[in-house]
């Protein structure tokens, strides 16, 4: 009998095999290909533990009681998720800081917040600290504006 500890188990497992299944598709540099530690190692040990993790969750003995689906906030959910799509679609056009604003806003927003200046001034400090962190401390590049400011 399934009970809600299997049922997420069981999701669990699927996506942690469609993950590890992913992780080999990562292309290593040829002095990567070596080391010790590289771009597929957290990945792999991240999918091991969680396909262990799963099977314990599916295996172990629990309760029969069949779970209860009502009462969580599906539509909000799925929303966040659509909201995630689209920004990875258009933070390469409005670049880093306008999608990033704008996605936490609408985030925000659909997740209950109504006070838009708390909104609008966390939502700038922490992409600004973020764009700041990224590209002046630890030197990654992130296109800040979309490409007609350049």
Same mark, same amino acid.
């Given at each position: 009998m399934i009970n809600a500890n299997r049922l997420g %188990?069981?999701?669990?497992?699927?996506f942690c095999v469609g993950y %590890?299944?992913? #992780? #080999?598709?990562? #292309?290593?540099?040829?002095?990567?290909?070596n080391a010790a530690f590289t771009a597929k190692t957290l990945?792999?040990?991240l999918t091991f @533990?969680?396909?262990? @993790?799963?099977?314990?969750?599916i295996i172990k003995p629990g309760d029969e009681q069949m779970p209860d689906l009502r009462g969580y906030h599906?539509?909000?959910? &799925?929303?966040?998720?659509?909201?995630m799509v689209i920004y990875g679609f258009v933070?390469?056009?409005?670049g880093f800081i306008p999608s990033t604003v704008i996605?936490? &806003?609408?985030g925000f927003y659909i997740l209950g917040e109504r006070r838009w200046v708390m909104m609008l001034l966390t939502a700038l400090?922490?992409?600004?600290?973020?764009?700041?962190?990224?590209?002046?401390f630890l030197g990654v590049y992130i296109a800040a504006w979309p490409d007609i400011f350049h």
């Amino acid at each position: 009998m399934i009970n809600a500890n299997r049922l997420g %188990g069981l999701i669990f497992l699927v996506f942690c095999v469609g993950y %590890g299944y992913l #992780t #080999t598709k990562i #292309t290593l540099l040829p002095f990567q290909q070596n080391a010790a530690f590289t771009a597929k190692t957290l990945p792999h040990a991240l999918t091991f @533990l969680g396909v262990v @993790l799963s099977l314990v969750l599916i295996i172990k003995p629990g309760d029969e009681q069949m779970p209860d689906l009502r009462g969580y906030h599906w539509k909000q959910g &799925l929303l966040i998720c659509l909201l995630m799509v689209i920004y990875g679609f258009v933070i390469r056009s409005f670049g880093f800081i306008p999608s990033t604003v704008i996605f936490l &806003l609408s985030g925000f927003y659909i997740l209950g917040e109504r006070r838009w200046v708390m909104m609008l001034l966390t939502a700038l400090i922490l992409v600004v600290f973020f764009w700041v962190l990224m590209t002046q401390f630890l030197g990654v590049y992130i296109a800040a504006w979309p490409d007609i400011f350049h």
